[in-house]
């Protein structure tokens, strides 16, 4: 691996409570969407690694499931791979939301951040979603629960001073290898990336207790030879009621999340994609461990 002592690189980990814009920010730092967004609270299952490389720098980030109390064993989950994103790492960046107030999860995270001697950003997202007078106040209420490295008020959305931290960011990193081609943004699989495209669609498209029931088994996914990529997956749900939902009437619902969903992925894949979903009825999916296990849920190396 070549070595420039020009060349700055690290590792960073994005934590926070659910909701407040991770996935977002990682999204436009890569330039694509590697992980899925919405409006909605734990969306993100698991550490995705986002990769970040300009001429002098390349910063690997690590987004991590938002933190909250365990109501099952996929909730375990996630919590335990946030917090093991913050081993071995070169900085974190502790985002919150603008439009949230300082909370007792707020105060779990911080509590966590004390215990590692890595430089610790407050990162105040949203904030094109407030009156610019509100800012100060934020900023006084987190100002002595830890010793900030640095504190950046953004829009992961519009863009706002995003570029400002980066520059932050790089300047204060160690100087590195380039772990990564300069054209590989993830590490991901494909396969892991069209399945939670396939589940943004439906975090986007459904309601109530529905997105946090679901999850997407790839069956299949072949490339043919006329570069054409054929895929099937099954939606996995907790209840027959829920599989009723996602087909919708004479199966418009699922038509509608395949074809949203299919347009991401042919962007993603650059090729035309035949994507064929089933819904099956899996109950009790979140707490059964050889369920999980199959779907990249409960892996040690997350932990």
């Known amino acids: 691996m070549d070595f420039d002592p020009n060349f700055h690189s690290g590792f960073v980990a994005i934590v926070g409570r659910p909701n407040v814009g991770k996935s977002t920010f990682l999204n436009r730092i890569i330039g694509q969407k590697i992980a899925i967004m919405s409006d909605k609270a734990q969306t993100t299952r698991n550490k995705i690694q986002g990769v970040y490389t300009d001429d002098d720098s390349q910063i690997i980030f690590l987004d ?179 599989k009723g939902i996602l087909i919708g009437k004479q199966g418009s619902m699922l038509k509608k999340i395949g074809t949203l969903a299919r347009q991401d992925i042919e962007d993603l894949l650059g090729s035309k994609v035949y994507l064929k979903l089933w819904v099956k009825v899996q109950t009790g999916w979140r707490d059964n461990p050889s369920i999980l296990k199959s779907l990249g849920y409960n892996k040690k190396e997350n932990y």
């Open 64 to 242: 991590t499931p938002g933190i909250h109390k365990p109501s099952n064993q996929l909730d375990d989950f996630m919590d335990k791979s946030a917090f093991s994103a913050l081993k071995d790492i070169d900085a974190v960046l502790f985002m919150i939301s603008a439009t949230e107030t300082r909370g007792a999860g707020d105060n779990f995270i911080i509590d966590q951040l004390k215990k590692i001697d890595k430089p610790v950003y407050l990162i105040i997202n949203k904030i094109d979603e407030i009156n610019p007078n509100k800012l100060l106040e934020i900023m006084d209420t987190y100002k002595k629960a830890l010793n900030w490295n640095e504190v950046f008020p953004i829009s992961a959305l519009q863009g706002n001073n995003v570029d400002e931290l980066m520059d932050n960011l790089k300047d204060k990193l160690p100087a590195g290898p380039q772990y990564y081609p300069e054209d590989e943004v993830t590490d991901h699989p494909e396969r892991f990336i069209v399945a939670e495209l396939i589940r943004e669609k439906i975090l986007s498209l459904t309601r109530q207790e529905i997105p946090y029931s679901v999850a997407i088994d790839i069956l299949s996914m072949k490339t043919k030879d006329n570069g054409n990529v054929d895929i099937q997956a099954d939606i996995l749900v907790d209840r027959p009621g829920q």
